[in-house]
Antibody
Framework: QVQFVQSGAEVRKPGASVKISCQAS????????IHWVRQAPGRRLEWMGW????????GYSHKFQGRVTITRDTSASTVYLDVNSLRSEDTALYYC????????????WGHGTLVTVSS | DIVMTQSPDSLAVSLGERATINCRSS????????????LAWYQQKPGQPPKLLIS???TRESGVPDRFSGSGSGTDFTLTISSLQAEDVAFYYC?????????FGQGTKVEVK
């Protein structure tokens, strides 16, 4: 079955960077895109960007352009989310999710990685 | 950005009764070339990730009970739970994937009255 294993919780100080991972299994990794969506406490789900796991093409929300990088390692069936210049508002649960259709709806989600930004 | 607005923010429904959640987009998310509405609905229970219920506004995911249905077109959409069960208590989110950045509604909390 399709599964995503995300890396563990992280704590960072403001201005620092964090890189979290999402390892996929149960399907052909390179056949689907992976998206990153975050959920801050009390706020709605927020889409950050995506990567085509096959060709590595990426797309980002303009809100995060320049501060977020999504990469993948096909040999490890793993996608990474790198966020720099962290601020307190980046404290959130970060989810990876698979895009089944190639158009953007997300059919399988990881369980999330909590990133806490605090001085 | 396309703004997704759900109503109500919360609702309490008796077991076996109908629950209706509305979602409005700030611009049409109907793609005229294929006549598809680029809208999905998710269910999220505490401590769990969102679960896809419906895509293309009305296509139910495999394994989702048929008491869940989606309707609407253009800018106005509805998720209906025809007969609320205890296990349906959750937050529900609409999601437009028509235009980047993809955006979500603020969520609707469904409880048992």
């Amino acid at each position: 079955q399709v599964q995503f294993v995300q890396s563990g919780a992280e704590v960072r100080k403001p201005g620092a960077s964090v890189k979290i991972s999402c390892q996929a299994s149960g399907y052909t990794f390179t056949s689907y895109a992976i998206h990153w969506v975050r959920q801050a406490p009390g706020r709605r789900l927020e889409w950050m960007g995506w990567i085509d796991a096959g060709n590595g093409k990426t797309g980002y929300s303009h809100k995060f352009q320049g501060r977020v990088t999504i990469t993948r390692d096909t040999s490890a069936s793993t996608v990474y989310l790198d966020v720099n210049s962290l601020r307190s508002e980046d404290t959130a649960l970060y989810y990876c999710a698979r895009d089944r259709s190639g158009r953007g709806f997300l059919d399988h989600w990881g369980h999330g990685t909590l990133v806490t930004v605090s001085s | 950005d396309i703004v997704m607005t759900q109503s109500p923010d919360s609702l309490a429904v008796s077991l076996g009764e109908r629950a209706t959640i509305n979602c409005r987009s700030s611009q049409s998310i109907l793609f005229s070339s294929n006549s598809k509405n680029y809208l999905a609905w998710y269910q999220q229970k505490p401590g769990q990730p969102p679960k896809l219920l419906i895509s293309w506004a009305s296509t139910r995911e495999s394994g989702v009970p048929d008491r869940f249905s989606g309707s609407g077109s253009g800018t106005d959409f509805t998720l209906t739970i025809s007969s609320l069960q205890a296990e349906d208590v959750a937050f529900y989110y609409c999601h437009q994937y028509f235009r980047s950045p993809q955006t979500f509604g603020q969520g609707t909390k469904v409880e048992v009255k």
